[in-house]
C-alpha cells in the first residue's frame, strides 16, 4: 500500500523520482525501491514525504489511492453549481442596487434643477458690497454654472444605464 501510494501521489504532483529524490536528499534509487515495495521509509522520511507531497502521512500509510470515482465529479459538479448559482445571486443584488443608485441620482439632479428654477438665481440681486453674501453668491454661482453644464451629461448617462440595467434584470 505504502509503496503505491508513494507512486501514486508523485505522479500525481508531475513529480519524477529524480524529482522526489532531489527534494528528499536522497538518490533516486531509493524512491525506486520504496515505490517497489523492496524497502520502506523510516519515520522522519515519512513525514518528510508527507510534506513534499503535501498529503498526511495517514494517507501514506492508508488505503490505495484510487482514480477520481464517479461520485466524487458528481460532488464537484454540485459544489460548482451551487457556486454559479450563488454567483448569478450576487450579480443580480449588485445590477438591482445599481439601478436604485441611478434612479436615486437622477431623482436628485430633477430635484435640484426644480430647485434652481424656482428661486430664479437669487444671487444677482445680492449686495456684493457686504463680503459673507459676495462669497455666498459667487459659492452659489459657481455651484449652479457648474451644474447647469455637467447635470444634464450625468443625466443622460444615468437615464441609459437605467434603461440598460432594466434590460438584463
Given at each position: 500500500?505504502l509503496?503505491?501510494?508513494?507512486?501514486?501521489?508523485r505522479?500525481?504532483k508531475?513529480l519524477s523520482?529524480e524529482e522526489?529524490?532531489i527534494?528528499?536528499?536522497?538518490?533516486?534509487?531509493t524512491?525506486s525501491?520504496?515505490?517497489?515495495g523492496?524497502?520502506?521509509?523510516?519515520s522522519?522520511?515519512?513525514?518528510?514525504?508527507?510534506?513534499?507531497?503535501?498529503?498526511?502521512v495517514?494517507t501514506l500509510l492508508g488505503?490505495?489511492?484510487?482514480?477520481s470515482?464517479?461520485d466524487?465529479?458528481?460532488?464537484?459538479?454540485?459544489?460548482?453549481?451551487?457556486?454559479?448559482?450563488?454567483?448569478?445571486q450576487r450579480?443580480?443584488?449588485?445590477?438591482?442596487i445599481?439601478l436604485w443608485?441611478?434612479?436615486a441620482?437622477?431623482?436628485i439632479?430633477?430635484?435640484?434643477f426644480?430647485?434652481?428654477?424656482?428661486?430664479n438665481?437669487?444671487y444677482?440681486?445680492?449686495?456684493y458690497s457686504d463680503?459673507?453674501?459676495?462669497?455666498l453668491?459667487?459659492t452659489y454661482?459657481?455651484f449652479?454654472?457648474?451644474?447647469v453644464r455637467?447635470?444634464?451629461?450625468?443625466?443622460i448617462?444615468?437615464i441609459?444605464?437605467?434603461?440598460l440595467?432594466?434590460?438584463?434584470?
Amino acid at each position: 500500500m505504502l509503496n503505491e501510494n508513494i507512486k501514486q501521489l508523485r505522479k500525481g504532483k508531475g513529480l519524477s523520482q529524480e524529482e522526489l529524490a532531489i527534494r528528499l536528499n536522497v538518490v533516486r534509487q531509493t524512491i525506486s525501491k520504496w515505490e517497489q515495495g523492496l524497502s520502506v521509509p523510516d519515520s522522519e522520511m515519512l513525514l518528510s514525504i508527507s510534506e513534499v507531497l503535501e498529503t498526511p502521512v495517514s494517507t501514506l500509510l492508508g488505503e490505495t489511492i484510487g482514480e477520481s470515482h464517479v461520485d466524487d465529479l458528481k460532488a464537484i459538479s454540485e459544489k460548482l453549481e451551487t457556486i454559479n448559482l450563488q454567483l448569478i445571486q450576487r450579480k443580480i443584488v449588485r445590477r438591482k442596487i445599481l439601478l436604485w443608485v441611478l434612479i436615486a441620482l437622477c431623482m436628485i439632479i430633477i430635484t435640484i434643477f426644480i430647485g434652481l428654477i424656482l428661486f430664479n438665481s437669487p444671487y444677482l440681486g445680492w449686495n456684493y458690497s457686504d463680503p459673507e453674501t459676495a462669497v455666498l453668491g459667487v459659492t452659489y454661482h459657481a455651484f449652479e454654472w457648474l451644474f447647469v453644464r455637467l447635470a444634464p451629461i450625468i443625466l443622460i448617462g444615468g437615464i441609459t444605464g437605467i434603461f440598460l440595467i432594466r434590460r438584463k434584470v
